[in-house]
């Protein structure tokens, strides 16, 4: 696998709030990273999580099929 590059901070969070806003029912961690055609790192869940701390986004527990607990995020109604 290649080497990731890097997209400057707010271009990143504008990336993850126009894939949420394409999916109103909301993404996993992992679909983001998709939608971004990226790989799930600690830089990118951070980016979601600082969206969810300033209040952009939301997120709800989910539990999936297999038992494992994860998160699905939204667009606030704010947004």
């Known amino acids: 696998m290649s080497k990731q590059q890097h997209r400057p ?3 990143a ?3 993850i709030i126009q894939a949420l806003a394409d999916n109103p029912r ?3 961690r992992t679909e983001i990273a998709e939608a971004l055609m990226r790989t799930k790192t600690p830089h990118l869940i951070n980016l979601i999580e600082e ?3 300033e209040g952009i986004l939301s997120k709800k527990v989910k539990i ?3 038992g494992v ?3 699905i995020y939204h667009i606030t109604q704010a947004n």
């Open 9 to 11: 901070r707010d271009k």
């Open 13 to 15: 969070r504008h990336l």
């Open 26 to 28: 909301g993404l996993t």
């Open 51 to 53: 969206l969810v701390n």
């Open 64 to 66: 999936f099929n297999n």
């Open 69 to 71: 607990e994860g998160y």
